[in-house]
């Protein structure tokens, strides 16, 4: 399955961030992209780094653009998992919408472990982030969650193969040393897992997380450049396992199940 991730500078004009996105999928078309997954907030910018806050989106405009990415990728026979913030009930939610071929909703993943600004704006999700995509169990993760083994932990009890983390983590400048403790994280979350990890983050600041694939043994397979828009395409085969990989998940397997 070829599947991208596309990083650009996001912010608080959602007619800007959709025309971005624009570019990105009729992009993917063209590569035959069949699942293209985009960086957290990215339709609406993430507050309040690149918003103030969520009470200042205009969730009619917002709602018109999901509508006409879900009309995009019918059109382009394509996944599409998009980050935007949600509406429900007065709260709002940091989530992933995952819209599938067909241009109806496939579910929506919620983030869950808010701290800081983000409990200034957010409310905590429920579900599990896990969606069928293809015959391959996909994860979704969201920013912060890459900190905690136990998000990624529930994905390999549920036999997730491939996981995505979108990012909105940047700084106003180079921050070598967090950039490569968000990247030790990455690697760790694919290597402890024996899973495929990729990362998308925004450029709207000095990038502190990579956009990038990690392989299922930790290796660095691919690297967006930093602060560019691009997208990054990869082909994704569920392969057999290294030795090494193979002996993480029996054991890994014996540990959980005592």
């Known amino acids: 399955m070829k599947i991208a991730v596309f990083q650009f ?26 699942l293209l997954v985009f ?23 917002l709602d018109s653009c999901i509508g006409r990415i879900k009309e995009r990728a019918k059109q382009c026979d394509m996944y599409i998992a998009l980050g935007a913030v949600r509406k429900s009930n007065q709260q709002y939610h940091d989530s992933i919408f995952v819209i599938g ?25 429920e579900s ?31 036999g997730v193969s491939l996981c995505f983390v979108s990012f909105c ?7 070598d040393e967090r950039y490569d ?9 694919a290597a402890e897992n024996v899973m495929t990890v990729v990362s998308v983050n925004s450029t709207s600041g000095f990038q502190t997380a990579p956009t990038a694939v990690f392989s299922p043994d930790g290796h660095v397979i691919e690297t967006a450049e930093n602060g560019k828009e691009s997208l990054l395409i990869f082909e994704y085969n569920k392969e057999t396992n290294s030795f090494s990989g193979e ?5 890994s397997r014996e540990l959980l199940n005592g």
């Open 9 to 34: 500078a996001a912010g608080s004009v959602i007619t800007d961030n959709w025309a971005a996105i624009q570019r990105a999928i009729s992009e993917a078309h063209r590569n035959h992209v069949r």
């Open 39 to 61: 960086q957290e907030c990215a339709l609406c910018g993430y507050p309040p780094v690149e918003r103030e806050n969520v009470r200042e989106i205009d969730f009619l405009q």
């Open 101 to 125: 071929p067909t241009g109806e909703l496939a579910g929506i993943y919620d983030k869950r472990a808010l701290w800081g600004w983000d409990k200034d704006n957010f409310v905590p999700g």
């Open 128 to 158: 599990d982030g896990i969606f069928e995509i293809d015959d391959i169990k996909v994860g979704f993760r969201i920013c912060y969650e890459v900190r905690f083994p136990e998000y990624f932990r529930e994905l390999f009890t549920a």
């Open 169 to 175: 983590d940047v700084s106003k400048q180079a921050d």
């Open 181 to 189: 403790i968000l990247k030790s994280h990455l690697i760790t979350r």
């Open 247 to 251: 002996g993480r998940e029996t054991l």
